[in-house]
């Protein structure tokens, strides 16, 4: 009998200490990359998976200011679509499924976001999330997941500033010293900066 406890016990323990290092495994990893951006532009974003210890399904949602951004595309990457015995990228949802048979093992680029930034954008960094709602393995066992967000940094450009014609002097034609100007001056009718005197004006008229 005692030896039947004894052994009950070891297995007991056995499988608490399977259960804790389960726990302890490091859990698969989801980030989004960053990208920058002008008002009107498209960028494009991945969602990468990395610490890949094998799954067979996963459903994710796309977090996003959509008064700042429009996503424009959602795709899953040719290699999951691959491994893949159901899938779907929905914009609309913004969601993403996958399913398989087999355990997908492979790390990197899971998913493609092509966002638009709005016109009405302003300056600054924009965050993109993913919300992990199920992440198994083929056996149906849950697996933990760390999800690290990215952004999208809107830049506006400066405005370069609208030069300032230089006006064109306008230049006043030289005076024409002719007989007629002479004695305008000395009658004080026009300056007179020569200084012409009446003795110029007789003389001119001759």
Do not use: H, W
């Amino acid at each position: 009998m005692k030896k039947l406890f004894l052994l009950v016990s070891a297995l007991l323990l056995t499988a608490a200490v399977l259960m804790i290092c389960a726990f302890a495994a490091v859990p698969a990893k989801l980030t989004v990359s960053s990208a920058s951006g002008s008002p009107g532009q498209e960028v494009t974003l991945t969602v990468d998976l990395a610490d890949n210890p094998g799954i067979a399904g996963m459903n994710f949602i796309v977090r996003y200011d959509e008064k700042k951004l429009e996503l424009k595309s959602l795709e899953l990457s040719p290699e999951v679509k691959e491994a893949a015995d159901l899938s779907a990228a929905t914009v609309s949802t913004r969601t993403v499924t996958f399913a398989s048979m087999e355990n997908y093992t492979d790390n990197g680029a899971v998913a493609t976001m092509k966002f638009q930034i709005m016109d009405n954008a302003s300056e600054g960094k924009y965050t993109v999330t993913v919300e992990v709602t199920n992440l198994r393995d083929s056996d149906e066992n849950l697996i933990a997941c760390k999800e690290q967000g990215g952004s999208i940094t809107v830049l506006v450009p400066t405005p370069t500033p609208t030069p300032t014609p230089t006006p064109t002097p306008i230049s006043t034609p030289e005076p024409v010293l002719d007989a007629a100007y002479i004695l305008r001056a000395c009658a004080g009718l026009t300056d007179n900066p020569e200084g012409f005197t009446p003795a110029d004006a007789a003389a001119a008229l001759r």
